[in-house]
């Protein structure tokens, strides 16, 4: 197994629905559901067995390729060195023959611009292929297209490129979700949290009841360890807020608020809000994991 295939195992984890970008309302049953409803639960196996199954059944169905996809990914992760790299074609491949049947498919072209970014040749990796993808994904989308062309530079490790790329992004998105998001992460992760922070504080002032600011003030007041207390009350004004329709769940709200309450070394209160987002989210996959850590502690 080379390096480069190895680095991409993390990364498919990502690509999966994870918490903080997740619809509010939860939608219909449709023939992806069984293939999510694994996910959720941490089963691999279960969701690989599910996309097969949904594939049989509809095969051309582009939501179900798309999660087909996230599910082979997924199964990477856990599948023995031998066949790893079949599993991550799976996942290429579903996400290919998505984007063949409906061109417009922003999510599928999406995920396979971080595929090209980090699979090797072998399994159809490829910055050119990259480029090409965000080229197209720029002709649909613009605010998407900046975002795109982002994760490419900061593939290249071209921090000025990619900044002003998400500042575009920012500067274009109608929703006022990804695109500043995507600005703020690309700050903190060169530690200019206060420039982070600035973005939605600004939203704030102009709208004190901008539920979206208020979650990533206290998202950025987590990982960057500053201003914790401000931080944990972020996180229970948007638990007393509406929550809006392209944010994060309650229960995303209360895992991240006992993550700073552990930041705070406030364990049992942090063990409390983990239960109540179990409550609001049974499936809940950080809510679960952090409980089960301090559990084997």
């Known amino acids: 197994m080379t390096p480069r295939f190895s680095a991409l195992l993390p990364a498919l984890v990502l690509l999966l629905a994870a918490p903080d970008a997740r619809p509010a309302n939860p939608e219909p049953a449709r023939p992806s559901t069984p293939i999510r409803a694994a996910l ?15 594939l049989r059944a509809a095969p051309k169905d582009t939501d179900v390729l798309l999660w087909a996809g996230r599910a082979y990914g997924q199964r990477a992760l856990s599948a023995s060195v031998f066949t790893k790299m079949s599993w991550a074609r799976k996942c290429h491949e579903a996400w290919e023959k998505a984007v063949a049947i409906d061109p417009s498919f922003l999510d599928a072209r999406s995920e396979l611009l971080r595929y090209y970014l980090m699979a090797p040749g072998i399994v159809g990796g490829g910055v050119e292929k990259a480029r090409e993808q965000a080229a197209r994904i720029a002709a649909l989308d613009a605010t998407q297209g900046h975002l795109a062309r982002g994760r490419i530079a900061e593939h290249e490790k071209d921090p000025p490129a990619a900044e002003a790329e998400y500042r575009k992004a920012a500067e274009t998105d109608p929703k ?31 709208d004190p009841s901008d539920a979206i600011a208020v979650y990533q003030l206290g998202r950025i007041a987590l990982f960057s360890g500053e201003d914790l207390e401000k931080g944990l009350a972020c ?12 944010g ?4 995303d709200a209360r895992w991240r608020k006992g993550l700073t309450l552990e930041k705070l070394g406030k364990t049992p209160a942090a063990i409390a809000e983990y239960r109540e987002a179990l409550k609001e989210n049974p499936g809940h996959r950080g809510a679960k994991r ?6 084997a502690a």
Request: glycine share 8%; net charge negative; no cysteine.
């Open 290 to 295: 952090e409980l089960e850590r301090l559990k």
């Open 40 to 54: 959720e639960k941490g089963d691999p196996d279960g969701a690989a067995a599910a996309a097969d199954a949904a």
């Open 235 to 246: 996180f229970d004004r948007y638990l007393a807020l509406p929550v809006p329709e392209d």
């Open 176 to 206: 006022r979700v990804e695109g500043p998001i995507a600005l703020a992460t690309f700050l903190g992760g060169q530690k200019r949290w206060g420039e982070a922070r600035a973005i939605f504080e600004k939203r704030l002032a102009v």
């Open 248 to 251: 994060p769940t309650r229960a």
